[in-house]
Each structure stands twice: as structure tokens, then as C-alpha cells.
């Protein structure tokens, strides 16, 4: 079975910090591995969607790479404001269509 | 674009009630699926379904059903709710395509079994 860590599962910065996200799977066998954001109360925001063939992908200020061999992930926040505050999932989708989620990290960026 | 609706968005069951949680999309995504989502635990999933008519059971089926008769709609239906059920219950949708597996979930149901 797919397991998914996330380390830290919290982190608190300072504003204009950049700041990387862990995320690490045990079966390598994946199709596509996908981070979200989660405000509390609220449903999953897409950030961005790596395939399996891809080594990197950037949106903005966020910039995920993907490492199938050692299985892991990781999501590069430049520059850090309040309003990413929030917590972040990352998802490893297998054969058959099936996510497997971490835990999260819970961020906040302190003004 | 609505995207993935969830409905209701709260709701209080007594033990042994029985609810459907509705779940649509209008993205024409052929993969629906349900997940839980309680502390410490991330997210779990319920059931799934790679089209309308197919369903399967995810990793924590036990006390809902599913069906899918449309594309669009996915309910899931608690039999028989039990407090364990207190939970956020998020529903997802995607293209079954290996290459475009992006997920979109809806708001949540945040359900409270008493």
C-alpha cells in the first residue's frame, strides 16, 4: 500500500521567507503526483500537477519538483506572504486512478 | 464553470439515521470519488467510480454506498450513521487519462453524527 509523509507537519515563518515542503512516497510506481492547498474549513485548491515523466513544475511563486527514484517531492514557496498561510497536501496518484494523500504540512507566514 | 458541488455544506445525523451526501460536476470528468478527511489522519478513500455505472470500494468502505447512473452525479448514501462517521467528506473529480489525473474537489460536508 501507497504510504505518503509529509514533513514538517508544521512550520511558521517569517514574511519574505522562502520556504521548501517535503513529501515522500514508498512505491515509485506513480502516474502523476499533485499538490493542494487547504484553508481551514475549506475544500482542496489545485497548485500544481506533475507528471510522471516531468521533473519540475512552476505556477507563480510555487515551484514543485518530483524525484520518482527516491521518492519524493518537494514544493518551493518563494518569497512567503501572510496569505499563504494555509495547510498543503501533496497527492501521489497510482495505476487505476487512485490518490493517495500525506498528512500536510500546516503553515503559517507571520507578518 | 461550477466545477465540482457539494450539498449540504454541514449536517447533524443522530446514530442510526440514514443521509445522502450529493456530489456533481459539470467538468464531464469520467473519475468521481469519495474521501474522508479526519485529524491526524489526512485524507481516506471511501469509494470511487471510473465511469457511470462502475463503482469500486476505496480504503474505508465500510457503511456507504455509492452508485453512479449519470457522469455528472455521484451520491453517497450513509445506511446507517454512527458517530465513527463524524467526519469532513470531500468528493473529487478527474479525467481517468493517465495525463491529465488533476483533481478538483468540491467544498466539503462537514457531518456530525450524534
Known amino acids: 500500500k501507497q504510504e505518503v509523509t509529509q514533513i514538517p507537519a508544521a512550520l511558521s515563518v517569517p514574511e519574505g521567507e522562502n520556504l521548501v515542503l517535503n513529501c515522500s512516497f514508498t512505491?515509485?510506481?506513480?502516474?502523476?503526483l499533485q499538490w493542494f492547498r487547504q484553508d481551514p474549513g475549506k475544500g482542496l485548491t489545485s497548485l500544481l500537477l506533475?507528471?510522471?515523466?516531468?521533473r519540475e513544475q512552476t505556477s507563480g511563486r510555487l515551484n514543485a519538483s518530483l524525484d520518482k527514484s527516491s521518492g519524493r517531492s518537494t514544493l518551493y514557496i518563494a518569497a512567503s506572504q501572510p496569505g499563504d498561510s494555509a495547510t498543503y497536501l501533496c497527492?501521489?496518484?497510482?495505476?487505476?486512478?487512485?490518490?493517495?494523500f500525506g498528512t500536510g504540512t500546516s503553515l503559517t507566514v507571520i507578518p | 464553470n461550477a466545477g465540482v458541488t457539494q450539498t449540504p455544506k454541514f449536517q447533524v445525523l443522530k446514530t442510526g439515521q440514514s443521509m445522502t451526501l450529493q456530489c456533481a460536476q459539470d467538468?464531464?470528468?469520467?473519475?468521481m470519488s469519495w474521501y474522508r478527511q479526519d485529524p491526524g489522519m489526512g485524507l481516506r478513500l471511501i469509494h470511487y467510480?471510473?465511469?457511470?455505472?462502475?463503482?469500486d470500494q476505496g480504503e474505508v468502505p465500510n457503511g456507504y454506498n455509492v452508485s453512479r447512473s449519470t457522469t455528472e452525479d455521484f451520491p453517497l448514501r450513509l445506511l446507517s450513521a454512527a458517530p465513527s462517521q463524524t467526519s469532513v467528506y470531500f468528493c473529487?473529480?478527474?479525467?481517468?487519462?493517465?495525463?491529465?489525473?488533476?483533481?478538483?474537489f468540491g467544498q466539503g460536508t462537514r457531518l456530525t453524527v450524534v
Open positions: 512505491d515509485s510506481a506513480i502516474y502523476n
Open positions: 506533475i507528471q510522471s515523466s516531468q
Open positions: 467538468m464531464n470528468h469520467e473519475y
Open positions: 467510480s471510473v465511469g457511470a455505472g462502475i463503482t
Open positions: 473529487a473529480s478527474s479525467y481517468s487519462h493517465r495525463w491529465t489525473t488533476e483533481a478538483f
Open positions: 497527492a501521489v496518484i497510482n495505476t487505476g486512478n487512485q490518490f493517495y
